[in-house]
């Protein structure tokens, strides 16, 4: 059977009535097993897939492990085989709708998310239990009935625990977006249950707050800030989430897997106390796992304010020996105390997840104006913090959109003619062209290579989406 219609056709024993859903891989019907008379949901692989036998193996293998699982917030299988050439799954059928489509509809409610996420939670530590790791937990692959129950399905990547050649490439499997940490570095042998307690978390934070911890506008982007940063706090975001609600969601959160949860249990008896009233279990950190994850998550602002304080300790230095006088002093330790607001100003605004990309915009001109005006109160265009200026340059890529690193050339340039222009006022006997010429010159050239890597690296983030498992 090449490409099947969207409904009204007979496959094998099942009568195929209309299509329900759709994935990366497969095509969901609802149809009706006429020999039983009981309505299932039919998986079949998509007709536009040339099914390779890895393709063919990985689509029985996820009903291998779903048929195993016996549990009511797990979605039964009843039967995998093929007919007329097409390969197909028969489950149980859920009358509802996926939790995504479920929290959009009934608002994003943090008590009803620590509900749902408790029930959810219970059904994937039973299926660690039968020492199965689900591995692509999202909300697309989670059903909620109309009596609001959730239920676990699309095995699909699934990993079981007691084979050991499974998955041992190290291949990078998981949707983009909601793969822990050690799927995204493909670190197979730290992959087991806490694996999925990290997308439970990711699944919960969503769920309490309506966006992605690690918002971004490309896949590469999300997966980079899940291994070099911290997700935002969630009360920086909807205050009113309940803080025992917030440390669950933080530790299910953490990079490293022996810092979370060690089981979907203690994640679900946590959920459990939130929503009696109760005090959580999971334990306070210490202030220096506390400390690394305000650094991780306030990268860019902790670099500025080290970069400060170092600054003006070597300022201090030089006014206590005599190289620089107290007016020099202040005018310096006020730049930099306007700096050190603007910024603190500028990233607690990024953590609210708004305006993101006006507010990067205005970091990178606060950041220009500020350096060129100690630049201007210092020695100009001789003094060694112009080296600021590539780094500032080769750091925009780090925001991965090019369109901020042209923004910060245009502004470097801009920025370096006014020193330019200080320059012949200040130094009138001296000929600093040819120093100008290799300046402007350089910054052109770091411009044009640190946006072709940030091209490059988001063209390779589109082929990732394009070819992760949905």
């Given amino acids: 059977m090449h490409a099947p219609p969207a409904g009204g056709f007979t496959l094998g024993r099942y009568l195929v009535e209309e299509e329900i859903g759709r ?25 536009s897939h040339l099914a390779s036998p890895d393709q063919v193996r990985r689509f029985h293998a996820e009903a291998q492990a779903a048929a195993r699982a016996r549990h009511p917030g797990i979605v039964e299988v009843y039967e995998t085989g093929s007919a007329q050439g ?88 998981g949707t983009p977006g909601y793969m822990a940490p050690e799927q995204v570095s493909a670190a197979v042998g730290e992959i087991g249950p806490r694996t999925d ?8 934070d969503e769920g309490c707050s309506g966006a992605h911890p690690f918002e971004a506008d490309s896949a590469m982007a999300v997966l980079l800030k899940m291994l070099e940063s911290e997700p935002a706090r969630l009360t920086t975001v909807v205050p009113a989430v309940p803080r025992d609600l917030e440390a669950v969601c933080m530790r299910c959160l953490e990079r490293s897997p022996g810092d979370r949860y060690a089981t979907a249990a203690e994640l679900a008896d946590d959920l459990d106390r939130v929503l009696a009233g109760d005090p959580v279990e999971t334990r306070t950190r210490s202030l220096l796992h506390r400390s690394r994850r305000w650094i991780r998550r306030h990268t860019a602002l902790a670099a500025r304010l080290l970069a400060f304080v170092v600054f003006f300790g070597v300022t201090l230095v030089n006014f206590g020996s005599g190289v ?19 910024s603190l100003a500028l990233d607690a605004l990024l953590s609210r997840g708004r305006r993101a990309d006006l507010l990067r915009h205005a970091w990178a001109t606060v950041d220009l104006l500020l350096l060129t005006a100690i630049l201007l109160v210092a020695d100009g265009a001789r003094s060694p913090l112009l080296l600021v200026y590539p780094l500032l340059l080769a750091g925009s890529g780090l925001w991965w959109q090019v369109g901020m690193v042209r923004f910060m050339t ?59 498992p949905l």
């Fill in 23 to 47: 994935g990366g891989m497969g095509v969901v019907y609802r149809a009706r097993q006429q020999d039983l008379d009981r309505p299932v949901a039919l998986k079949l692989i998509l007709p």
């Fill in 86 to 173: 097409q390969h197909f799954i028969a489950m149980e059928l859920i009358d509802g709708r996926s939790l995504d489509d479920w929290m959009e509809e009934r608002g994003h409610d943090a008590m009803e998310a620590a509900r749902l996420l408790g029930a959810i939670a219970r059904a994937v530590d039973y299926l660690h239990s039968l020492g199965i790791v689900h591995r692509d937990l999202k909300p697309s692959n989670i059903l909620v009935d109309r009596q609001g129950n959730p239920h676990v399905t699309d095995f699909g990547l699934a990993k079981v625990l007691a084979e050991p050649g499974a998955s041992a490439s190290g291949a990078l499997v």
């Fill in 197 to 204: 307690v990290y997308g439970l978390g990711t699944i919960l």
């Fill in 324 to 342: 620089v006088d107290g007016g020099f002093l202040t005018r310096i330790g006020v730049l930099l105390l306007v700096w050190s607001a603007g």
């Fill in 410 to 468: 245009v502004g470097v340039l801009v920025s370096y003619g006014v020193l330019m222009v200080d320059a012949r006022w200040r130094f009138p006997g001296e000929s600093l062209a040819d120093h100008h010429l290799i300046f402007v010159a350089v910054m052109v050239v770091l411009g044009v290579v640190v946006g072709q890597q940030v091209r490059r690296t988001r063209s390779l983030g589109r082929l990732l989406a394009r070819r992760a």
